[in-house]
T-cell receptor, first 115, second 115 residues
Framework: AQSVAQPEDQVNVAEGNPLTVKCTYS??????LFWYVQYPNRGLQFLLK??????LVKGSYGFEAEFNKSQTSFHLKKPSALVSDSALYFC?????????????FGGGTRLMVKP | GAVVSQHPSRVICKSGTSVKIECRSL??????MFWYRQFPKQSLMLMAT?????????EQGVEKDKFLINHASLTLSTLTVTSAHPEDSSFYIC???????????FGPGTRLTVT
């Protein structure tokens, strides 16, 4: 069975500082990894994904994530946080190798960026 | 591209009535759609996987007779909450699977309140 862990319920950063939202996963085969962001009372918006290739993936709104196979991690990062980045962030994984389209989500991490 | 809509965005109904939520992929064909439920400050819980032209696959613990799913075309899936009760009040989100490595595109969600 595949699983995702987001160890921090909330991350607080000051505007302009770098941010990291952590994610670790467990899956059979090669993982397909995703980050989504959710604003209040809205659906999820896709940020970025890792399928194969470079371990550093760049996505929307200046976010990036680094795939680390040995640590089974896919942490989300941004060099300089904005107040508008405050939202709920979800990491998700699906197994590769024809494992189907089902995603398993982490519990979510609330990012609070203070001016 | 890859836009998914949901209708209605918000609905209030009385106990015992049924409510239908529509999920549409606006600019692509989705052979697979997913229905999620999200409680406040929690992650998404997969309810069922819907494949066009076939019966939905429900996750363990989800009552298929209560949550009726129909995926009659490649662009439309519906979720009907039958005989709704206050405990069914929740945020329901659908997604449609794209063709690119199982990436899912999410609708904006429907907030259901049962009084």
């Amino acid at each position: 069975a595949q699983s995702v862990a987001q160890p921090e319920d909330q991350v607080n950063v000051a505007e302009g500082n770098p941010l990291t939202v952590k994610c670790t996963y467990s899956v059979s085969g090669n993982p397909y990894l995703f980050w989504y962001v959710q604003y209040p009372n809205r659906g999820l918006q896709f940020l970025l994904k890792y399928i194969t290739g470079d371990n550093l993936v760049k996505g929307s709104y200046g976010f990036e994530a680094e795939f680390n196979k040995s640590q089974t991690s896919f942490h989300l990062k941004k060099p300089s946080a904005l107040v508008s980045d405050s939202a709920l962030y979800f990491c998700a994984v699906r197994g590769g190798n024809n494992a189907g389209n089902m995603l398993t989500f982490g519990g979510g991490t609330r990012l609070m960026v203070k001016p | 591209g890859a836009v998914v809509s949901q209708h209605p965005s918000r609905v209030i109904c009385k106990s015992g009535t049924s409510v239908k939520i529509e999920c549409r992929s606006l600019d692509f064909q989705a052979t697979t759609m997913f229905w999620y439920r999200q409680f406040p400050k929690q992650s998404l819980m997969l309810m069922a996987t819907s494949n066009e032209g076939s019966k939905a696959t429900y996750e363990q613990g989800v009552e298929k007779d209560k949550f009726l799913i129909n995926h009659a075309s490649l662009t439309l899936s519906t979720l009907t909450v039958t005989s709704a009760h206050p405990e069914d009040s929740s945020f329901y989100i659908c997604s449609a699977a794209g063709t690119s490595y199982g990436e899912q595109y999410f609708g904006p969600g429907t907030r259901l309140t049962v009084t």
